[in-house]
């Protein structure tokens, strides 16, 4: 049974916007923290948002102001709304669940989906 499925990447010129989701089971949405994930060609993972089962935010430096996460609780849906992207964001982007902020911060995770490839032209 897949869990995540996320959806929204595409193509986009720098400083453009996409918005990105991630449906997920209803089973495993309203007890986890979920996060967004990228990984770009011959790049580490990194993790660059992540919210908590109480709203709490987390977010990496490089995109603090850019990106914003958010949950809807009724939808089963996380989101990463992109703003001012730019080429470097250009990655394959997946959510992914964890117990905590602190251990998805740390690369422990539970669930994971198949991503969403964004690409920012300059």
């Known amino acids: 049974q897949v869990q995540l499925v996320e959806s929204g990447g595409g193509l986009v010129q720098a400083g453009g916007s996409l918005r990105l989701s991630c449906a997920a089971a209803e089973s495993i949405f309203s007890v986890n923290a979920m996060g967004w994930y990228r990984q770009a060609p011959g790049k580490e993972r990194e993790l660059v948002a992540a919210v908590s089962e109480g709203g709490s935010t987390y977010y990496a430096d490089s995109v603090k102001g850019r990106l914003t996460i958010s949950r809807d609780y009724a939808k089963t849906t996380l989101y990463l709304q992109m703003n001012g992207l730019k080429s470097e964001d250009t990655a394959m982007y997946s959510c992914?669940?964890?117990?905590?902020?602190?251990?998805?911060?740390?690369?422990?995770?539970?669930?994971w989906g198949q991503g969403t490839q964004v690409t920012v032209s300059s």
């Open positions: 992914a669940t964890a117990i905590t902020v602190e251990t998805m911060k740390s690369g422990l995770f539970g669930f």
